[in-house]
């Protein structure tokens, strides 16, 4: 700190500045999701690299070498490009999970987390910058995921708006969903544990693989109550026009599924739940 | 002029019924350096993260540069700058990515030739693209620095900001304290090294047990609970404390060659010249003398072990 004094001298240095926050704190809101995003960029390889891999590999084994053998699921639609749709949304829950929960966690498990609570910031405007990152980064996922899809299936996709649309809100969806995770998680073994004991087994039952008609009558009715086969019907009626009747409540389900969370967490920040103390 | 940060009846107690803080009551004025001393888990860094809202109080208003802390908390904490006591930092950042992002999160507009102002005023500028887990842990500690001073805050609160580092990065932050001082910044400093206060603080408040026992100008805190030391050294060692000076409750040293008298400064009477006096007429007659005040570390250890009915009525200059 040799030269302190001088440059001190030379100019009011850390003079207190004059301001006057806005209701929206978008420089705050920009710097977190920059610092998220960054992150993500720094490690693009990485991040991309292991759902692309696996992805790919449910194609080679499901699309080419079963789906091959099996008959069309509706006329014109080959097993492997039925599976587009359900693997996206695969990638999208737990990418999203992790990404969100491990934001929001390792500040926690690093103690940075103090700089965050004691900021002229919201916890709608932390939400929006953690879990608008998370969402980024599954998006990106989903279309390069769809863009491998093109190297081993035949893909259409009817309503691409649409599409993007659904794949964003679900994005979100499960990005807060993984917030919520990643405040409630006291150690990196229960970040795990909700993914590994609810998520996984909702989507692999949520027709990723098959439509619910094929499932024996008395599933069906089961069947829907799972939250994540609506979602992935919505998504499917995206690329193949399939259970369009179903769209609407794909919307309803994932718009309540919000709505619920965002309760959560403006419960979380209120009282500090695992944050502050 | 009203004060830049004012706690009024601040409480705060965890579920499992520990009392972190006990009616807390202090107003700090701007441009002042308020040294809070208290022996660990005093409740010092829950103070202060009530006040950044780090810690929910269970009761109690603050205001901080006028504004509620709770109600107008954007405005209040954007006022703020916190250096914690612990090395939380993001070790695989860089520090310029970290300085910059505490800018952003402080609501400031992108300015790069301010972050790099900062960074030279604490010798960072050199390991600006160096990761935080490369650097040294006195390095770490100007992080963590240079992101609370980088959005330009009123009030900065520096918990235990030199522990662990050395005499020359000590000496170094007295000198940036002083120069935030001197620009209109607000320091309120914990600290163990009572050196610290003792060199930089204008008023000192104590803590012990979540109550803050003492708030008092330094100089006059020194003057009124200060004491003084005479040691004698006498010609001829005392193997006792002859009776006729028993009323001076003096302490025999070194093997019975000094002869030491603590008095209140601020008492009445000394005793010094009695005690002379006295000495005189026993025949113990003494080489030279050297005298000693007490520092405010004697202080502060007088206080935090004196209870609080004995400490309260000193502390007069309460704000409140």
Redesign the interface.
């Given at each position: 700190?040799?030269?302190?004094?001088t440059?001190?001298q030379s100019?009011?240095?850390?003079?207190?500045?004059q301001?006057?926050?806005?209701t929206f704190?978008g420089?705050?809101v920009?710097?977190?999701y920059?610092?998220q995003m960054?992150?993500f960029f720094r490690t693009l390889g990485e991040s991309l690299a292991t759902p692309v891999i696996t992805t790919a590999l449910y194609f080679v084994v499901f699309g080419s070498a079963i789906g091959s053998r099996m008959p069309p699921v509706v006329e014109g639609l080959q097993y492997g490009s039925f599976l587009v749709p359900g693997l996206i949304m695969l990638s999208i829950f737990t990418n999203s999970i992790f990404n969100a929960s491990f934001g929001i966690y390792f500040?926690k498990f690093?103690?940075?987390i103090?700089?965050?609570?004691?900021?002229?910031?919201?916890y709608l405007e932390i939400v929006i910058a953690f879990v608008g990152a998370a969402a980024t980064k599954s998006v990106i996922l989903g279309l390069v995921i769809l863009a491998t899809a093109y190297f081993f299936v035949p893909v259409k996709i009817l309503h691409p708006v649409e599409m993007v649309l659904f794949l964003a809100l679900v994005s979100f969806a499960f990005s807060l969903f993984g917030f919520i995770i990643g405040i409630w998680a006291q150690s990196f073994e229960q970040l795990n544990f909700i993914p590994m004991l609810v998520v996984t087994p909702l989507t692999m039952l949520g027709g990723v693989f098959y439509t619910i008609d094929m499932l024996p009558e008395a599933w069906q009715g089961i069947a829907q109550l799972n939250p994540v086969v609506h979602l992935i019907a919505g998504f499917r009626w995206a690329f193949f026009g399939l259970q369009g009747d179903n769209v609407a409540i794909s919307l309803g389900v994932t718009v309540v599924f919000v709505g619920v969370l965002l309760a959560v967490v403006a419960w979380m920040f209120k009282t500090?739940y695992r944050l502050?103390? | 002029m009203s004060p830049v940060l004012s706690i009024r009846g601040l409480n705060k107690s965890?579920k499992g019924g520990l009392v972190a803080l006990k009616d807390i009551n202090l107003e700090i004025e701007k441009g002042e350096i308020f040294a809070l001393l208290g022996p660990n888990g005093a409740g010092k860094t829950t103070m202060i993260?009530a006040v950044?809202?780090?810690?929910?109080p269970t009761s109690g208003d603050i205001t901080a540069a006028g504004f509620d802390v709770r109600k107008d908390?954007?405005?209040?904490?954007?006022?703020?700058g916190?250096v914690?006591q612990?090395?939380?930092?993001?070790?695989?950042e860089t520090v310029w990515?970290v300085t910059?992002?505490?800018?952003?999160?402080?609501?400031?507009?992108?300015n790069d030739a301010h972050v790099e102002?900062?960074l030279?005023?604490?010798?960072l500028w050199d390991k600006r693209k160096t990761k935080l887990m490369e650097l040294s842990g006195g390095m770490k500690r100007?992080v963590l620095i240079a992101?609370a001073?980088v959005?330009?805050?009123?009030i900065l609160f520096l918990d235990e900001p030199t522990a662990g580092v050395d005499v020359e990065?000590r000496r170094?932050?007295w000198?940036?304290v002083r120069?935030?001082r001197d620009?209109?910044?607000t320091i309120i400093l914990t600290t163990h090294y009572i050196e610290e206060a003792e060199e930089m603080a204008d008023r000192v408040g104590v803590i012990s047990k979540g109550e803050l026992i003492v708030v008092e100008e330094k100089k006059a805190l020194m003057r009124k609970l200060g004491k003084k030391t005479v040691t004698f050294n006498v010609n001829e060692p005392l193997t006792a404390i002859p009776d006729g000076l028993k009323e001076w409750q003096l302490t025999l040293k070194d093997s019975g060659h000094a002869l030491e008298y603590t008095f209140d400064t601020q008492a009445e009477r000394t005793g010094v010249t009695s005690l002379i006096r006295k000495m005189g007429d026993l025949g113990i007659q003494f080489r030279d003398l050297d005298t000693k005040s007490s520092s405010l570390e004697d202080i502060f250890v007088s206080l935090v072990h004196t209870p609080k009915a004995e400490a309260q009525p000193k502390a007069t200059a309460q704000k409140v």
């Open positions: 700190m040799a030269d302190a004094t440059a001190a100019a009011p240095a850390h003079a207190p500045a301001r006057r926050v806005p704190n420089y705050s920009w710097a977190m920059r610092f960054v992150r500040p690093t103690g940075t103090y700089e965050l609570l004691s900021a002229p910031i919201s500090g502050k103390n | 965890y993260n950044c809202g780090i810690v929910t908390y954007r405005e209040a904490r954007s006022r703020i916190l914690p612990e090395m939380h930092i993001d070790i695989f990515a910059s992002y505490s800018r952003g999160l402080f609501g400031m507009p992108p102002k900062v030279k005023d604490l010798s100007r992101k001073l959005h330009e805050p009123e990065l170094d932050m000198g940036l120069q935030l620009k209109g910044c």
